[in-house]
């Protein structure tokens, strides 16, 4: 989709479609819906005002109300689209609301249209205060773009309905505000391009997308981007000792890759950065077909784990928008790739495996791999210097169980660390809930005889006896550790989504990352 930005009054816009937001401003919990558009623009108003009047939209999220030649205006059609109460009125609603406007047009083949730049002074008291210009241009084009998208490219009976091209159109303002609406733009342009990205790998399937494969897309996107790219296998996972991750890998014909992406920022001519700079470490769990190993899973639902590389995606798709984002901060992209199999090389349940700093781990599941190949990964990137490292993986089942699809789990050794993601999360609107990894929960990885074991002795607490073993290999260093197994596949078709693979943690990750740039 090409998207373009545009200042000018929307009711002069020649379009095929005008879509504008709408907002309920009704006080209490059982008032008659009271609806307004968020736009100044009399127009637009006069055109919409009988059909308001009828009561018949609320403006809950999601709901679309179309009029066809529309009086007073120059497009071919106003959508109404609903972002609910305008009290809990949040950039996230500005989002879904700008997902749903692309959305509503595909199935109509409107191949081009335009969305209203939402205006808070078309209320009465101002809503959209604590909605920055920048962010809610961002937002729109975030929304829009991640919107448009339908996995239905393996179908040859497909009928391409894409949006070709978007108009975020915002009337003529002060310089400064212009300014601000331009810079969103641009962020979101790139944020969103990279969480597409993260999603399209995502979506293909395990024979198409090997960990070869992954390798061979990672380097092409760094070769665009000006990222440097290495990817490893079998040999170097050997020569570096990284006895947990081959031990993943062994089992599968496929071989493994280690993709090491790096950002260097560059500084203007004479200045560099101090030496005790942070240096960030992004480590994504590359799994790209996980049947359980030895420790095989159920037939049922096993298809679904092509998307155990998601949090490699995410990674991946970060490294893209950071490239282009360029923060002031060296951050260094690490993926463990490999095939979960079960065959007559692969790993087994009783196995102790030495991992690259050291430790010895006892297998108890070979299905907990995940944090087999994430232990080297967090190990590696310290040895490469990184001084903050932060990792996302589809880490397990027992996460979804505790936080169901609408927050992803999160856990950190590090206040600062978490707090920084915290502040990432206002602007990228992710969801993702704290959970504990104190030492009192050490006992749950405790082996027999080896350091440590891979799944916890119980069945209790499985997200939390994961994240332990992780922050072994974490150690001292400040660490996020993302387990976002529920929340990396959308399960329902949503007025603004589509089925499919979510893009998760993109977002997040790539503030994250900016909150650290000098
Ligand atoms: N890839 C899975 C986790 C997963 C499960 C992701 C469901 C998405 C949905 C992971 O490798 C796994 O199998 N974990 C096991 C760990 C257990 C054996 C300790 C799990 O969660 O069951
Ligand atoms: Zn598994
Ligand atoms: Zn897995």
Redesign the pocket.
Known sequence: MDTRLLFQDPAGLTTPMLAVFAVDVAIGKDADALVALLTTSDAISNAAATVLASGEFKATLGEQLLLHAPNGLKAERLLVVGLGKAKTLSIDEVRKGAGTAVRSAKPRGVREMAIAFPEDHALDDEHLENLPCTLLSRSIVEGAEVGELDWDTYRSDRKDRSVQVLTIVARESEEATKKEIQIGFEEGRIVAEAQNFARALVNEPGNVLTPTELGKRSKAMCGEVGLKCEVHSTEKLLELGMGAFHAVAKGSYEPPSLIVMTYEPKLEKGKSLPKDAPVLGLVGKG?TF?T?GI?I?PADGMD??K??MAGAAAMIGAMRAIAQLKPAVKVIGIVCSAE?MPSGRAYKPGDVLTAMSGKTIEV??T????RLVLADGLHYAKTLGCTHLINAA???????VALGMINAGLFSNDEAAFESFLTAMKTSGEKFWRLPCTDDYKDQIKSQIADIM???GT?WG?AI??AMFLKEFAGDTPWVHLDI??C??NEELKPWLAKGPSGIAVRSIVEWARGYSA
């Open positions: 799994i996980d359980g420790s899973k679904k784990m998307y155990d979960n108890l599941n299905d907990a791999e995940g589809t880490l397990t089942g027992a996460c979804v891979n799944t916890g069945r499985g006896s994961a197994a529920g990396a596949w």
